[in-house]
């Protein structure tokens, strides 16, 4: 199902966006948040490795010096 949402733009880039009529300013701007959430999601797993790698080195160095 497909939602509606409403965004505001400065009137200089909605003038740009006017000269260009042929461009499907919708499709733009779905593929441009699902890059972005895309981003945020890439990010979140990197940290949640960088933590797990971490903790494993912690847990490691406290094996081996006891």
């Known amino acids: ?8 733009l400065d009137e200089k880039t909605k003038k740009e966006m006017g000269k260009y009529p ?3 300013w919708s499709e733009i701007a779905r ?11 890439a990010s979140k797993r990197y940290d949640v ?15 081996e010096n006891e």
Not at 1 to 8: A, E, V, W
């Open 1 to 8: 199902m497909t939602r509606n949402i409403t965004i505001g």
């Open 22 to 24: 042929e461009v499907n």
């Open 31 to 41: 593929k441009a948040i699902k890059k972005y959430i895309a981003s945020i999601e």
């Open 49 to 63: 490795a960088v933590k797990s790698h971490e903790t494993r080195g912690t847990y490691r160095q406290k094996t």
